[in-house]
Structure formats: structure tokens, C-alpha cells
């Protein structure tokens, strides 16, 4: 069994700052792409950032330079530093992960229960 747990939201005014954090546990032989999703009310749920087992990332157009993805492999975690943050980021975040259990298995995608991240005008 594979948990994703996510952390760091909270409320922020525009401009502010925000760390969050998406730490895997349970049976994990390799962890391959790991990424951040977002969901606000009444929208689609979007890739926000992504980064794979090697180190390359990729993000959304609206929070390059921005927001930086980044990952800790000897604790599986994987971060969403995000600076300079907007009302337009209002959202439930999600992390993802394809992880794999043992070294014969394909990888499964799991996912966190999401952290609201709330940023006021």
C-alpha cells in the first residue's frame, strides 16, 4: 500500500509565499514522475508542475518563474515552493506520483487527498 500525503496550504495574501510538501510512504521500490495538480471551484483539474525521476521539470505557462518543483528522493518527498503567488491560484493542490512497489511491477499512479491553497486580494 501507497500513501501520498500533501501539506503546506494555507491562506496568503497576494504576493505572498507558500512551501508545499507531498511526502510518499508505504511500499515503494522507485518513484518515476512525480507532479502537482490543482483543481479550483468550477474548473478543470490542471498540471501545475512535474518533474521527473532524473530531475527534468515542466510547468504550467501562468507560474513559470514563479513556482519551482522540486524532489528529495532519499525521503520521497517531492516540494511546490511558490512565491509571488495571485488570487488566480486559488486551488485544492494535488500531488501524483507513478510509483512502483517492487522491482517486477509496473508503476501506479496514486494521488494525495489535496491541500487548499487560498490567496487573498
Known amino acids: 500500500q501507497v500513501h501520498l500525503v500533501e501539506s503546506g496550504g494555507g491562506l496568503v495574501q497576494s504576493g505572498g509565499s507558500l512551501r508545499l510538501s507531498c511526502a510518499a510512504s508505504?511500499?515503494?521500490?522507485?518513484?518515476?514522475?512525480m507532479g502537482w495538480y490543482r483543481q479550483a471551484p468550477g474548473k478543470e483539474r490542471e498540471l501545475v508542475a512535474r518533474?521527473?525521476?532524473?530531475?527534468?521539470?515542466s510547468y504550467l505557462d501562468s507560474v513559470k518563474g514563479r513556482f519551482t518543483i522540486s524532489r528529495d528522493n532519499a525521503k520521497n518527498t517531492m516540494y511546490l515552493q511558490m512565491n509571488s503567488l495571485k488570487p488566480e491560484d486559488t486551488a485544492v493542490y494535488y500531488c501524483?506520483?507513478?510509483?512502483?512497489?517492487?522491482?517486477?511491477?509496473?508503476?501506479?499512479?496514486?494521488w494525495g487527498q489535496g491541500t487548499q491553497v487560498t490567496v487573498s486580494s
Open positions: 501524483n506520483a507513478a510509483i512502483a512497489s517492487r522491482a517486477s511491477d509496473y508503476a501506479k499512479l496514486y
Open positions: 508505504g511500499s515503494i521500490f522507485s518513484i518515476n514522475v
Open positions: 518533474i521527473i525521476s532524473g530531475g527534468s521539470t
